[in-house]
């Protein structure tokens, strides 16, 4: 068994933070240990203490001055959209049509697929992010060839093969009762297999035949304890075709609650232009709302009102994403600082703490993973981020003032990016450097 203990600058939350000096809603040492015996955390808190813990021979790994907090999570992101970021000029269901299906189509090839999911995973770690849900194109062997990634690291992710049958070109459609095989096959290869998690994934109404939508419940209902991901009114034409496709539904929410997709594991990507009684809709069953500022904003498709939907008589259940390729970013640094303007330009704002908080444990919360990651607590998962907030020259100069908790994580949020990240573990192992050598 090995045994290896940081030292660094520990944060992590124990719940939201209700002000910038709701000190109670996290914890932070200054000069903070970890101990890590087989990927788990099995100590936590003031350096002098767990070091007393740590016993002879363990290795020691010094972080100071930099911060350790828990891996970043991403709820929403499209693993074959590397190629497809930074596509000029359309509006969602154009810029599906031009740029994202013809790319999706690549992903037949099971080859293409690997060297992708590598590509996309080195990513992720490369920003601090540990765990991803994330979407497949509509070809299994897409699934398989993440999942096999995501396995060779020992990550946490939460991946399904895109169900979508029509409305598309046919190098991306499968069929009602493929797409519901495809699913089974992959769930019952992958679905707990060391840490991957198996998500039901209907690319959105406008791409699913009713048969389809009725098959993606019909694998909800046989597996409660997986995950739903889905697209949810993210723009106006994508709304007004959905209903015309589905002319008996109240709204666009109905749609998906009618084939009984919502409940405590479904994610939302987007949910820009939710009705009051969409918005019950979502948070009576206890369904997850995320938050895609940086593809809201390049896309054009509106404010995402965060404070509203937190704040509202039934609070809805959020979570962050970066939403790669329509997502201009992998990092959820960036992803925040996006967030934030978003939330600004809403009349509102989000302070430092509520947004690292997001970026960890209100994320892990929104994906139901808290009990593995998300933390720092003892007997979690080791997934760790180390971040530096000298990493650059204009950092470094700003650094020079900054003079809180408060303020340095708020400048790691607005010029941060994968150079502030110096070490990322995945269950206890240094990914980063390991990915490098
Ligand atoms: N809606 C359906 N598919 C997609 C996608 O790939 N990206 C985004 N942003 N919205 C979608
Ligand atoms: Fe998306």
Redesign the pocket.
């Known amino acids: 068994s090995s045994i290896i203990l940081l030292r660094g600058r520990t944060l992590s939350f124990l719940r939201w933070p209700e002000s910038i000096d709701d000190h109670a809603a996290w914890r932070y040492e200054e000069d903070g240990g970890l101990l890590i015996r087989d990927g788990r955390i099995i100590a936590a808190g003031a350096y002098a203490q767990v070091e007393k813990q740590a016993g002879e021979g363990v290795e020691k790994i010094d972080h100071r001055p930099h911060l350790l907090l828990p891996g970043f999570i991403d709820a929403h992101g ?1 693993f074959p ?1 590397m190629q497809v970021i930074a596509s000029y000029g359309a509006e ?1 269901l154009d810029w ?1 049509n031009k740029y ?1 299906f013809p790319e999706e189509t690549k992903f037949a090839n099971a080859q293409h697929g690997r060297r992708i999911a590598r590509l996309f995973l080195n990513e992720m770690v490369r920003h601090g992010t540990t765990t991803v849900a994330a979407y497949c194109s509509v070809h299994k062997a897409s699934a398989e060839a993440f999942f096999a990634e995501s396995h060779d690291r020992n990550m946490l992710n939460i991946a399904g093969k895109v169900m979508m049958d029509r409305n598309a070109p046919d190098g991306v459609l499968d069929t009602p009762q493929s797409g519901y095989d495809d699913s089974k096959a992959l769930i019952a290869e992958w679905h707990g297999k060391g840490r991957q998690h198996y998500a039901i994934t209907p ?2 109404a406008i791409t699913s035949s009713p048969e389809q939508l009725e098959m993606a419940g019909a694998l909800c209902r046989e597996h409660p304890d997986l995950h739903m991901q889905t ?1 949810l009114s ?1 723009n106006h034409a994508e709304i007004a075709f959905t209903q015309e496709l589905y002319p008996w539904s109240r709204d666009y929410t109905d749609v998906y609650e009618h084939y009984g997709l919502l409940g405590k594991r479904s994610l939302f ?1 987007h949910c820009i232009h939710l009705s009051e009684r969409e918005a019950d809709a979502l948070s009576g069953s206890g369904s997850v709302a995320v938050f895609c500022p940086t ?1 809201n904003l390049f ?1 054009g498709s509106g404010l995402f009102d965060y404070q509203r939907y937190r704040t509202r008589d039934k609070a809805l259940r959020i979570a962050a994403a970066t ?1 790669v390729g ?1 997502g201009t970013n992998y990092s959820m640094l960036r992803t925040m600082d996006e967030g934030y303007k978003v939330i600004a330009l809403n009349g509102e704002k989000l302070n430092p703490f509520q947004s690292f908080w997001q970026l960890t444990r209100g994320n892990a919360e929104a994906l139901s993973v808290a009990e593995k990651v998300g933390t720092l607590d003892e007997g979690t998962d080791a997934d760790i981020v180390v971040l530096d907030a000298n990493a650059t020259p204009a950092m470094r100069l700003r650094m020079e003032t900054v003079g809180s908790l408060a303020e340095e994580l708020f400048l790691l949020q607005t010029l941060g990016d994968d150079r502030t990240v110096r070490e990322v573990y995945v269950a206890g192992r240094p990914a980063k450097r390991d990915m490098a050598a």
């Open positions: 499209h959209q969602l599906l994202t690319r959105f697209h993210e990507g593809s896309l939403d329509g």
